[in-house]
């Protein structure tokens, strides 16, 4: 398939869940859609094991605009296809693709961890990267993250100095 | 070089018994505190037969308990910390620890990341700092030899 | 079960060692076992977390390009590489032939450096030291070429933002070609034994097999992609910088076991050797850089590189200032990794380090515990302890 087909391909099957479909640049569709139609439009992108999910992004568009922006990249070919889908800030929460693609797991715990995001239903909800003494409640890649909450400070040993 | 105190003079014997015959030889435990592997692979090329430090009579251990030096790696993240710690913790005095690498000195390029602590000492005492990014093999034999040759040195003061 | 997780409930810790009672000793994997049969795998990863994509926020493009060349040593150039080529895109910039070129050249030079570097540390978990010792010290040819191109051994930075800074001169030429000349060779010799040593085949030939199936449902990338069967290499599916001049071939195996894992990887060093005698001989001529602005307009823009470990995924927003929006990387070791959670799965847990050593893991902590858990309660291992354990029960 060239890009081109992939292009009309991912347009085909996005087609029920978003007509905003854009070509942002020649190997990368954008595809904004409701949080609602995540899900059936993740399983018609990887149905037939057309495209894979290679990452999801979370964005923090600010405290002012009050919205996260989290991303859902699916490739096949050159192609990347963007599923964008925004949520509101003060109760961010996605439904979990796992059921569809187990290995999205990471990428979910990651987006949960560093900006806050309740995925709802994914299996495991554990810290990936975050140490186990990073303070609960702090987002390290939302825009307002204080750095000064999440800081140790570390007693050295008088004895040792 | 840190002076290291001891806990009584019976202790003090002992201790140097210990250290100081194993000074011609050390053993050495490698800790990598979330270091991007540049400094960890020279390391263990030193350990190749173009390098051979062991012919320096440093040795790669496993175990922190039968360790005398050890030789860190990494901005020391924090989730490495408190690992870091303990095996300082678990090797026996005297101990020395060397610094290898631009990030084990100051953090290097990830300085004020929100995940490290910006350098080995920041967390434990280092007796060595070795630079680079990475060092050289040579440049870390060159950091050993140094440290065998203070603790040489050292052994001779302590025996005149 | 694909992501099979210790539930906490069910977890207790007993410390090992003289630690203080409240430390909690982390576990990089927690298995849970049933004689010596896995039942169930989880990872908590985080030892080398630094928090770089929030420290780009900080840090001007330029600043930024150092930091990102330092996500991992051994792969320092692909790094390099990607930010450069998605800041370009984003900037709207080319930069120019012989740059691409020289991208190109290192990027396998790279590739080689690092799998033979996988070769010696793959061997090593198994047991083999003189496989080790052998493959490093050929190893180090490339990191003499690599050196006398750059100026270093590792980290070398041969990226800046609009195309590289070091050029390669006739005499660098000479010295590449006879270095890679003895590379092939020794390659070949590699290939050799991996399929023929009895004891190395007891430790990989039916070992860790995944299914072409299972290695797309699991988003495998990389040589463990290719390994069993899947026809996936970025610089054939999408290329990038000069790959559309100097098209490659795609090595596949089809066993999808470990033996399959290390074949692939050697073939992919004898290619890569191909493509560096095809580069020299047609390198383009011209400039090493193209004009980059400091500001780089709003935007955004991704690039997918193939990485020696796989798929390297690079997402980067742009503002209209010197400092980048969001930065984000997907390395290919974190999709690699939940298969490796799943094959283990099934399998003894003797066979856990070589199927961990298979997917060539960003092995940044040579320190990983393990955290068993059975029906006799928990134990920590470090992984030497894995690792012998893997070697004894081969014997």
Redesign the interface.
């Known amino acids: 398939m060239s890009t081109e087909e992939r292009i009309a391909e991912a347009r085909a099957r996005l087609a029920p869940f978003t007509d905003a479909v854009e070509e942002a640049a020649p190997d990368r569709l954008n595809a904004p859609l409701p949080v609602e139609q995540l899900l059936p439009a993740a399983a018609a992108l990887i149905e037939g094991q057309w495209s894979y999910l290679t990452t999801i992004t979370g964005t923090d568009l600010g405290p002012e605009a009050g919205e996260f922006e989290v991303l859902y990249h699916f490739s096949s070919g050159a192609l990347v296809t963007t599923v964008r889908v925004r949520i509101p800030r003060d109760e961010p929460a996605v439904p979990s693709v796992c059921g569809l693609i187990p290995a999205a797991s990471f990428y979910e715990r990651e987006l949960m961890e560093m900006f806050g995001i309740v995925v709802e239903g994914t299996p495991n909800p554990d810290r990936l990267f ?5 303070p609960v409640g702090v987002y ?1 890649l939302r825009k307002d ?1 204080d ?1 000064s909450e ?1 800081t ?1 400070v ?1 007693e050295k040993d008088p ?3 | 070089m ?1 002076e290291r ?1 001891n806990s009584g003079p019976l202790q003090t014997i002992i201790d140097e018994i210990t250290a100081w015959s194993r000074i011609n030889s050390p053993w050495a435990v ?3 505190a ?9 390391i ?2 030193t350990l ?3 390098y051979d430090v062991e012919r320096f009579g440093i040795k790669l251990e ?1 175990s922190p308990r039968h360790a005398d030096v050890l030789v860190c790696t ?2 020391v ?7 870091l710690v ?1 095996i300082y913790e ?1 090797m026996p005095e005297p101990k020395f620890v060397v610094a290898v690498g631009a ?1 084990a000195l100051t953090g ?3 300085q ?6 910006d350098g080995v000492d ?4 280092v007796d060595l700092y070795i630079p680079g ?2 060092p ?1 093999p040579e440049a870390i034999i060159d950091g050993f030899v140094k440290l065998l040759t203070a603790l040489k040195q050292a052994k001779e003061g302590q025996a005149a | 079960m694909i992501n099979g997780n210790v539930k906490p409930a069910e977890k207790f810790v007993v410390p090992i ?3 203080h009672p409240a ?1 909690k000793e ?1 576990g990089h994997f927690e298995l849970t076992i049933d004689g010596e049969t896995v039942t169930a795998a989880s990872a908590r990863l ?7 994509e ?2 780009a926020e ?1 840090r001007s493009y330029v ?1 930024t390009l ?2 990102m060349e ?5 792969c ?1 150039h692909i790094h390099g590489t990607a930010f450069s080529l998605v800041v370009e895109k984003l900037a709207g910039v080319e930069a120019p032939p012989r740059a691409q070129a020289i991208r190109v050249l290192v990027a396998e030079l790279e590739r080689i450096h690092s799998h033979l ?1 996988w070769v010696g540390v793959g061997a090593h978990e198994a047991g083999f030291d003189a496989l080790f ?1 052998y493959s ?2 050929d190893r ?1 040819v490339v ?1 003499d070429i690599l050196e006398a191109l750059t100026g270093n ?3 070398y930075s041969a990226n800046v933002l609009g195309g590289v800074k070091c050029d390669v001169t006739p005499e660098a030429a000479e010295t590449i070609l006879k270095g890679v000349d003895f590379l092939e060779e020794r390659a070949r010799q590699y290939l050799e034994v991996v399929q023929s040593d009895a004891m190395f085949l007891r430790r990989t030939r039916g070992v860790g097999t995944m299914t072409r199936e299972e290695a797309l449902t699991l988003g495998v990338v990389g040589p463990t992609a290719r390994a069993s069967g899947v026809t996936q290499d970025l610089r054939k599916d999408a290329p990038y910088a000069a790959y559309p001049d100097f098209p490659i071939n795609v090595i596949t195996e089809t066993a999808g076991d470990l033996e399959a894992r290390f074949i692939v990887r050697v073939k992919e060093t004898i290619e890569s050797c191909r493509i560096i005698r095809e580069v020299l001989a047609n390198l383009p001529e011209g400039e090493l850089t193209t004009r980059m602005p400091r500001r780089v307009k709003e935007g955004e823009a991704i690039v997918r590189l193939e990485a020696p470990r796989g798929e390297v995924f690079y997402y980067v927003q742009s503002d209209g200032t010197d400092t980048a929006k969001r930065v984000k990387v997907r390395t290919p070791t974190i999709a690699n990794m939940a298969s490796v959670l799943h094959l283990s799965v099934g399998h003894q847990l003797a066979d856990v380090p070589m199927i961990l050593a298979g997917i060539d893991p ?6 990983r515990s393990v955290r068993l858990t059975s029906a006799h309660g928990n134990d920590v291992w ?1 992984w ?1 302890k894995l690792r012998q354990h893997g070697i004894e029960a081969y014997r």
């Open positions: 975050l140490p186990d003494d990073w390290p993250f750095p999440a140790v570390i004895a040792n100095d | 840190a105190p490698h800790f990598n979330g270091s991007c592997n540049g400094c960890d692979i020279e263990l090329a190749t037969p173009r496993g990494g901005p993240t924090r989730q490495a910390r408190e690992r303990r678990q990030c290097g390029v990830f004020g990341c929100y995940g490290v602590c920041k967390v434990i005492p990014c990475p050289r | 060692g003289p630690q430390l982390p985080g030892y080398a977390h630094r928090g770089i929030k420290g900080s600043q150092y930091m330092r996500v991992c040593g051994i320092s570097l010792m490093w010290r180090e990191m051994r590792v980290n960003c092995f940044s902590c040579n320190d470090t030497e």
